[in-house]
Every structure is written in structure tokens, then in C-alpha cells.
């Protein structure tokens, strides 16, 4: 699935607001769906490139021998979910908005993770 089919999938989810695919090197947002007054999703995702690079740095200064799987920042009314993709995607992470009202964490969660298993960059 390409990149801008992906974004399409992930803004089926169940209570989705937003979704972006953000390079975490340069801050760029490659692609944006959904967002709005309420969200802008360009500032959205160059603040939580700030989040993939400070969790980044803490696993190499622990030294751990392991790697993100997702970030879940949870708001009083929103989810943000964020998933870095494997390193044969490239610097990217996929970013979810959710009304956390209308939103199933777990299924998000698998989704996202399907998506990027079908993402093709």
C-alpha cells in the first residue's frame, strides 16, 4: 500500500481525528489527513518528532538493544498514538489523533501496526 492509502486506512478507524507520516530527522510531515480547527496536525507532528528523538536518545544512552514499538500520549479527550516504522521505511513514524471518546486503543494499536506491515515507500 503506498503512503497516501495508508493515511486513507488509518483515517477509517473508529474515532480517528487525524493521522500524518512524519520523517523524525527532518520534522517534515511527508503526508496529512484529517485534523482542523482543533488539531493542526503540521505543528502536532513536528512536536512529536521532538518525542521519537528524546525516546531515541534515552534507548542509546541506556544502551538498550531494542527499539520503539509505539508512544501512547493519552490527553483528557484525545489519543495520540504514535508508531515508529521499521527501519526499512526510512526516519518515519505514523501519528494518530483519536477521539478517545469513540476510540478502541487495542484496535488502533493493531491497525496501525498492520498498516505499516502493507506500507510500501
Do not use: C
Request: no cysteine; hydrophobic share 45%; glycine share 8%.
Amino acid at each position: 500500500m503506498n503512503l497516501e492509502t495508508a493515511l486513507k486506512e488509518a483515517m477509517t478507524m473508529e474515532g480517528a481525528i487525524g493521522v500524518a507520516a512524519v520523517d523524525y530527522e527532518s520534522g517534515m510531515s511527508l503526508g496529512v489527513l484529517g485534523g482542523g480547527k482543533d488539531l493542526d496536525l503540521e505543528i502536532a507532528a513536528a512536536g512529536n518528532t521532538e518525542v521519537v528523538r528524546a525516546k531515541a536518545r534515552t534507548l542509546a544512552t541506556l544502551d538498550m538493544d531494542d527499539t520503539v514499538e509505539d508512544i501512547l500520549i493519552t490527553l483528557g479527550k484525545q489519543y495520540h498514538l504514535i508508531r515508529p516504522l521499521s527501519s526499512s521505511h526510512g526516519s518515519l513514524f505514523l501519528y494518530l489523533a483519536l477521539d478517545r471518546s469513540r476510540a478502541n486503543l487495542a484496535l488502533a494499536r493493531h491497525n496501525l501496526r498492520r498498516i505499516e506491515n502493507e506500507l510500501e515507500i
